[in-house]
């Protein structure tokens, strides 16, 4: 085991991954056989990720503010501080925060055989993401 006190510092989102501004902050990549990624992203309003997918499927918790989720033909959902959402392997989706709320989530994926934790798609079109969200919970 060991702590780690320092981390590199805080990273802006590249423009081919989001639109909008988000910082990203790596919490953790552990070293193999794991192949965890840790990463806490904070959104600023209206920002969001592109569509994008994990070959292992991602969890999100998220840790402040208001944000939407949505993954590919399903309805836009309004997320909070304290709600995870688990996303499938494989599945398109993507998360920013609300039109008028920063929103921090950590994010945990596991990276490919290649290193890549994500594989990145068209950014999110403004009606797909001004789309009425709804507030659905599922178990």
């Known amino acids: 085991m060991h702590v780690i006190r320092t981390r590199p510092e805080s990273a802006l989102g590249p423009a081919e991954w989001f639109t909008g501004t988000a910082w ?6 552990a070293s193999a056989p ?26 999100l918790h998220i840790t402040e503010g208001v944000g939407r989720v949505q993954h590919r033909s399903g309805p836009v959902v309004e997320v909070r501080a304290g709600d995870t959402v688990v996303t499938l392997p494989g599945e398109w989706h993507w998360h920013g925060a609300a039109p008028h709320h920063f929103m921090t989530h950590l994010g945990m994926q596991e990276a490919d055989d290649n290193g890549n934790a994500a594989e990145w798609g068209a ?3 403004d009606a797909e993401y001004l789309a009425a969200p709804v507030d659905v919970v599922e178990g």
């Open 123 to 125: 950014h999110v079109t």
């Open 34 to 59: 794991s192949r965890l990624v840790a990463n806490s992203v904070h959104f600023t309003p209206s920002a969001r990720t592109a569509w994008h997918q994990h070959a292992y499927g991602q969890i």
């Open 24 to 29: 990203i902050d790596r919490i953790a990549v």
